[in-house]
């Protein structure tokens, strides 16, 4: 996809709050069901109660790996729809703080760009079940945002 396709794309889900064809662009993302909810100026991303993504059946649980998986690719997407990157940005580091279980229900996540320069953007992301104030992980990553 070219950067241009790209843009185009960002703008029309922008147009039409409906990110799903930016979401089927990447496979995990598709694969373990993130959805993008925009709440005015932010965005809120939601990863469905899935049998698929159990971890633990006896509490039963999501996978650790799915929840960073889900926060990550949350982060990627986020770069793309407000950073106007014109292609989807590489992972060069990622650091998650498992706080609580992530018990078997929706798992939503926010986003927020501590720094983005020409090279590189930080991004913090927050994973939660019932309240925003009681996380189920929190994370960092760094990406990788020049041309590749």
């Known amino acids: 996809m070219t950067p241009l396709e790209l843009n185009a794309l960002v703008r029309q889900a922008h147009t039409d709050n409906n990110y799903d064809s ?3 662009m990447i496979p995990y993302a598709r694969l373990i069901g993130i959805q993008c909810l925009r709440l005015g100026d932010d965005m809120v991303f ?8 159990i971890g633990n059946p006896i509490l039963p649980a999501i996978h650790g790996g799915v929840i960073a998986g889900f ?3 949350s982060a990627m997407l986020h770069l793309v729809m407000f950073m106007e990157i014109p292609h989807l940005p590489k992972i060069i580091d990622f650091s998650i703080d498992y706080l609580r279980a992530g018990h078997y229900r929706d798992t939503y996540v926010q986003c927020q760009v501590w ?3 020409r090279r590189v953007a930080n ?3 927050t994973a939660w079940q019932t309240t925003q104030s009681e996380p189920i992980a929190t994370a960092r990553a760094h990406f990788k945002v020049d041309e590749p």
Do not use: F, T
Not at 46 to 53: C, E, G, H, I, T
């Open 46 to 53: 939601r990863l469905p109660a899935s049998q698929d993504n």
């Open 115 to 117: 720094r983005q320069g």
């Open 123 to 125: 991004v913090a992301i």
């Open 71 to 73: 926060m990550e690719h």
């Open 22 to 24: 930016l979401i089927s």
